[in-house]
């Protein structure tokens, strides 16, 4: 039987934005726009887009939700389930 290790903050990669965001409201966690060039994160399962510097500290505080949808950030993907 496969054991699922903990995912934690760190396991999800950053990136530089590259074009500022164009949906209503920015990152959630903050409510910032996301401009060009910024280090944000793609959350694994619902792919809510937030600024790093906002959404890590949300997770390593014990939280592993999304801030707007609160699905399960660390749930397995599809193609992790057996």
């Known amino acids: 039987m496969l054991q699922r290790v903990a995912a ?7 990136y530089a934005e590259r074009a500022a965001a164009t ?3 920015g990152a959630a966690a903050c409510l910032g726009e996301v401009e060009e060039g910024e280090m ?3 959350l694994p399962v619902c792919l809510h887009v ?3 510097h906002c959404i890590d500290p949300w997770l390593l505080s014990g939280k ?8 399960d950030v ?3 993907l599809p193609a992790e389930m057996v």
Do not use: L
Not at 64 to 71: A, E, G, I, N, Q
């Open 8 to 14: 934690t903050a760190a396991d999800i990669p950053a």
């Open 23 to 25: 949906r209503p409201g």
């Open 40 to 42: 944000v994160k793609r």
């Open 50 to 52: 937030f600024h790093q």
């Open 64 to 71: 592993s939700t999304c801030p707007v949808c609160r699905c």
């Open 74 to 76: 660390f749930a397995p």
